[in-house]
Each structure stands twice: as C-alpha cells, then as structure tokens.
C-alpha cells in the first residue's frame, strides 16, 4: 500500500497534511467509520481521495448530490492522472454503457454518482462485479431529514451500503448540527459507537462577516455598490427571489456596472455558461438565487452578499463559505430587511404540506394514475389547486412519498412527466399532526436563528459556533 505522504506530494503536490487530514485517512485506511466537518475549502476531499489512491485494486465510490460538482471534481483528477470517472445522467447511453463495461473490467480508482443511480438495475449489478473497499459521502448534511438540503434519496444510503457490501464508510460535510450529525450516522444504518467524528470547527479567520440593516430597495442597492466599491474582485449577491434578482440586475445596467444572473429557471446549457465565465473571471460579480450552489469552487470570491434573508442559519454559513477559499480577506454582508421574513415564511408555508393535501395527492395516484401519467406534473398541480408560483407542496409531497417508500416510478418537473404508481398507504410520518407540525417548528426555529444571528451585539463567529454546538475556537 502507497503511503499518504508520499500520495500527498506526487498526485496532489502538496507538502504536508493539514489539521486532522492524516489522523481521518489513517482512520479509515484502518477500517474505521467517519464523519467529518470541515470549514468550506478545508480538504475534505483529500480525506477519501488519498486513502482510494492507496489501494490501487479496490474501488471507491463517492456519493455527490451535483453533477457539476462531480464534473469537476472528476476533471481535476484527471488532471493530475488519476483514473477517475462519473456516472450520471448527463451521459448518453452509449457512454454511460461503456462506462458500465469499464468499471466491471476493473477500470477506474474513484466511481462518483448521484444516490438516484441506485434505482437502477444495471448500476447495481455492475457494482457487484467489483471490490468496493470505501463508500465515501460528499455534502453529507443532504443525508438528514433534519438538514438544510434534504434529497430524498440519500436516506437510502444504509440500502445502498448493503448492496456494496458494507464497505468503509467516510461522511463528508461543511454544516452539521448536533440532531443533524445524529441522523447523518442513523441514515447509514450505523451505530453511534461505530462512527468516529473528527470536528475541525467551523471558524474562517479571513471572513469578515457584516450585518446591515437596510429598508427597501433603494438601500440594498447602495449596500451592494458599497461591498463592490470597498472589496476589489469577484463577488457573488444572493437572492431568494428571481423576480427581485431581475429587478436588481436592471438597475446596475442603468448604473453601468457589469455582472452575470444565475437562478434555476434559465437552461442548463447557459447556466454552465454562466458558471463558466464566473469560475474563469478575475473581477466578475454574479447575481443569482441559491441554485448557484455546491458546484462553485472558486479560490478567489472576496465577496458574498445575502441581498434578501436566507431560510436558514445553514443555509448562510454554506453561502458564505464559498468566499475567501484562498485564504485571502474576504467580506460577508448581511442585508437585513425584516421584511424579507414574509418571503421566507410564505416558502416554508408551501414547504409544508398539512395532512390532508399529502392524502389528496397519495389519493390521485392510487386512482387516477393513467391520467397523471397522460397529462403530466402542470396537470396534476392544477388539479389540486396550485396557489402561486411559490407553491411547491407537490414537489414536496412526491419527494416524501418517494422517500418513504409510497410511490415507485420516475418523477422529472422540468420534463411535466411524473410515471409513477401508488404501492402502499401513507405512514404516520405524513398523517399525524404532530409530528407534521414538529418539522414545521424545526423550519421556525432555523429561520429565527437568524433574527437572533442579526439582533446579536456579540462576536458574530461565535454565535455561529454555539449554534453548531461548537465551542468557540474549536
């Protein structure tokens, strides 16, 4: 087996380990279970990427929620001679078959894919055909019921553990409170005692993190022209809403100031476009919703503004973590108008769905499924009543459904196509109103957090770490 520095120095040509790095691959390559947070633009990746290059038979898999980011972390790889590879929905047929074909000949060191992959029968029998020594978990937090980015999908993981014959298992993430580390290792079907969690704390000594109270429009605006004065470089402003972002960019083209717009709503093609010309930009500012996400991984972003309230604590700590990964000063600004808070209740409002609209929907599948199937996702949301363009309680509800095992089938949104079959009854999870009710306090209580992250007259950065259930400095 290929030691770790000498790895480190010839794939990676980095000199020495830091923090916990060497301790967490020691840990693994001895066979130990791991949970590891690590501050954005800590190494994380390293943590499964060294132990994977030291044993050269073996495969690894790594479960990503993007595609972009796998792209990109596969095209770094390949940059520096690792034979690594992705399967996802982005490859033809062709290509993906040739991929099968080549990780069952024993090609490939590091296997990323999305968790949907799992769904398919093929994937799953090409993976029998190999040894898979490590199962490593990037974006962890997605795991958890509890978390910020739930996918449905990953709270199969303990399934799809079993299928790889429970390999080593590594769980990677930036953002984790207490409850949400709990069921990260529950989700893997482990035992507390079984996992060991290496905590490297959350601080970024070279954010600057402000709080500005602003009063409509016209003093966003200025907050926003101020950063850009006072912060040379690129710089990312986040929206919650595409319609306040459409609005802002029009008045910086009247002021003359250059910048791209990002949000989910534009085609896939010009979104890479737009993302493309962002990573490769020396000076470019970007406006864009929370979509322009995980797939960021540019060094040298010296500014994120948050233009409206974000929906959570988590949720701004991932935003704000995309600055300054070179190290180098970088500013955070908060733009605080209470009345952004409307906006975020009204989305946890549609994020929420009561009983009786979970018993509607499961309703329509069980026995209007050929019509569902014919007329599409605009049809059904029509059906039940669609309220607003804000309203994603269906959305919600086929993401529950299908976690909790209710539906089988193929749901796409952005292809109006839901070919799914109703195969048992609604779980107490989705019928009981306490328990319903419970999840919308948690959602409350995440966005309450941060009034009080804004009403606090302390040291910002250690607020964040009592809300991540670290001691500050940890």
């Known amino acids: 087996m290929t030691s770790p520095e000498r790895i480190l120095a010839q794939t990676f040509g980095f000199d020495a380990f830091r923090g916990q790095q060497r301790a967490i691959i ?4 001895e066979g130990g279970h791991a949970l590891v947070l690590m501050p954005t633009g800590g190494g994380k990746s390293l943590c499964y990427q060294v132990p994977a290059l030291a044993r050269p038979d073996d495969l690894t898999v790594v479960i990503s929620p993007l595609i972009a980011l796998m792209k990109d972390q596969v095209d770094a790889l390949a940059g520096r001679e690792v034979d690594a590879a992705y399967i996802n929905s982005s490859l033809t047929a062709s290509e993906r078959n040739r991929r099968y074909r080549e990780v069952g000949e024993g090609r490939f060191r590091l296997l990323y894919v999305t968790p949907e992959r799992f769904r398919k029968p093929d994937f799953v029998e090409m993976l029998a055909a190999r040894q898979i020594s490590l199962l490593a978990v990037d974006e962890a937090h997605c795991i958890s019921q509890w978390g910020h ?3 449905p999908d990953y709270t199969r993981l303990a399934e799809f553990r079993r299928i790889m014959n429970d390999p080593t298992t590594i769980a990677l993430t930036a953002t984790a409170t207490p409850d949400v580390q709990r069921d ?9 005692g079984d996992v060991r969690t290496f905590h490297e704390g959350i601080d970024r000594p070279n954010l600057e993190l402000t709080v500005q109270d602003v009063w409509g429009e016209k003093e966003k ?18 929206f919650t809403l595409i319609r306040t972002l459409a609005g802002f960019s029009e008045q910086l083209r009247k002021r003359k100031i ?3 717009c990002y949000h989910g709503e534009l085609p896939r093609e010009k979104r890479r476009r737009i993302q493309d010309l962002f990573m490769q930009g020396r000076d470019v500012l970007v406006l864009a919703t929370n979509a322009f996400g995980m797939g960021i991984d540019k060094p040298d972003i010296r500014y994120v503004v948050h233009a409206e309230v974000p929906g959570s604590m988590e949720s701004y700590y991932q935003e704000i973590g995309r600055a300054g990964r070179d190290g180098l000063p970088s500013r955070c600004a908060l733009l ?7 906006t975020q209740m009204e989305f946890m409002r549609w994020s929420n769905p009561d009983r009786s609209f979970y018993a509607r929907v499961h309703d329509m599948l069980l026995h209007d499924a050929e019509k569902v199937r014919s007329f599409g996702f605009e049809w059904l ?10 309203d994603h309680r269906l959305e919600t509800v086929l993401s529950m459904l299908d976690r909790h095992g209710v539906i089988e089938g193929t749901i796409d949104v952005e292809g109006d196509r839901i070919d799914v079959e109703a195969v048992t009854g609604l779980p107490p999870a989705l019928t009981d109103e306490k328990l319903l009710a419970a999840k919308l306090d948690r959602d409350q209580r995440r966005l309450y957090a941060l009034v ?7 040291d910002r950065k250690a607020f964040i770490h009592e809300y991540f259930g670290l001691p500050y400095g940890a």
């Open 149 to 151: 980015d739930f996918r």
């Open 26 to 29: 020691d840990h693994v390559l």
């Open 452 to 458: 009080e992250y804004f009403r606090c007259e302390g």
């Open 336 to 342: 605080y108008d209470q009345r952004d808070l409307a």
């Open 381 to 390: 949301r029509e059906k039940l009543n669609f309220k607003s363009r804000f």
């Open 258 to 260: 250059e910048h791209l």
């Open 184 to 192: 990260i290792v529950a989700q893997l079907g482990l035992e507390p």
């Open 221 to 238: 605006l200025e907050a926003i022209e101020q950063v850009r004065r006072d912060v040379p470089g690129s710089g990312i402003v986040y």
